[in-house]
């Protein structure tokens, strides 16, 4: 399969993240899924000339396009021209040439929540008017259309995430080599189900101290960190506690909250990501399928029995009580 990686206005964290695939060599996992990388900027090591000659190839339909991946947001600015972020040597938009190469691909896939939605890019006050392939945010309908299907029918395929996880690259273009990735395969913002179906808070080490409202107070604590760290793993979309990061990590392992990166909005906050806006004691950001007043039942229950293990550890940067042994009779 004829693949192309194009990066557009992004950190190239993504690409990084890509380079970091586990679960096989990404050249040794490319070969084994007949790859043919026609340009990736880390894979590949074509000239600027044989790289034109390529692409004009591709518009022609002289060589096939199956998949075409975009990372880092569209540059629309300004004043909707793309002249911010043209093509080297030439007259040519990148955003022109994103959108005719999107029109040639059997599927497109808007690798990392720049791509995706606009993400960090597209941050207020974003005078580069960065936006995503297909969303703009939560809105659909951006540089192409609501209505847009690839050649295979399917829109963008949104693989957010900032950065990807390189295993939700890798299972997609898995999924779509073997042809088994349709469109209900895809949630309501076209994003993989494999992990978009997942939330963060699936697997967190941190889950006994969850349940009993234990919460950490600062960066190196080992409580739960959704109650004033700004954890919104409950309402983030994705499985980085069940499919780790580099072999064994995620961030709420690593002592950090998750900001739910995979989010149309990410990147639009007003306030803090490490601090957990409230109305009056109440976190704002509650699990989404669940009745507030229920919420705060369970929690005030769940606070008046938590162990003083819990309690302690919670705000400890290590294990300061270990769980009861209970004595076994001889
Ligand atoms: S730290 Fe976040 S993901 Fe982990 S248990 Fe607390 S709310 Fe859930
Ligand atoms: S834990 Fe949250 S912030 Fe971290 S990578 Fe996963 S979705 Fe993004």
Request: proline content about 6%.
């Amino acid at each position: 399969m004829n693949i192309l990686w194009f990066q557009s206005g992004g950190c190239s964290g993504c690409t990084l993240s890509f380079l970091g695939l586990e679960e096989m060599d990404l050249i040794e996992w490319s070969r084994s899924m007949q790859l043919n990388w026609l340009w990736h900027p880390s894979l590949t090591e074509h000239s600027g000339s044989e790289t034109q000659a390529m692409l004009d190839a591709v518009l022609k339909d002289e060589i096939k396009l199956d998949i075409f991946c975009l990372e880092g947001s569209v540059i629309m600015g300004p004043k909707g021209s793309g002249r911010f972020h043209m093509l080297a040597g030439t007259e040519t938009p990148a955003k022109e040439l994103i959108e005719r190469l999107s029109e040639k691909a059997d599927y497109v896939l808007a690798v990392g929540t720049c791509a995706a939605f606009g993400g960090i890019t597209a941050s207020p006050p974003n005078t580069v008017e960065a936006t995503g392939l297909q969303y703009d945010q939560n809105f659909a309908g951006s540089l192409l259309p609501t209505n847009f299907k690839s050649r295979a029918g399917l829109p963008v395929i949104n693989i957010s995430g900032c950065p990807v996880h390189p295993g939700w690259v890798a299972e997609t273009i898995g999924l779509i080599r073997f042809q088994k990735l349709k469109t209900e395969h895809l949630d309501p913002y076209n994003r993989p189900r494999f992990y978009a179906d997942k939330l963060v808070h699936h697997g967190c080490s941190r889950n006994e101290y969850y349940e009993y409202k234990a919460s950490a107070v600062k960066p190196s604590d080992l409580g739960c960190m959704m109650e004033h760290m700004g954890c919104v793993g409950t309402v983030a979309h994705a499985d980085c506690n069940e499919r780790p990061w580099n072999g064994n990590g995620s961030c709420t392992k690593g002592g950090y909250p998750c900001v739910d990166c995979t989010s149309p909005d990410f990147g639009h906050l007003n306030h803090s990501y490490q601090e957990t806006p409230k109305i009056g004691n109440i976190p704002v950001g509650l699990p989404s399928d669940m009745p507030k007043a229920w919420f705060i039942a369970l929690s005030t229950l769940a606070k008046s029995a938590t162990p003083k293990r819990l309690k302690i550890n919670a705000i400890s940067e290590r294990i300061e009580i270990s769980p009861e042994i209970k004595r076994k009779k001889l």
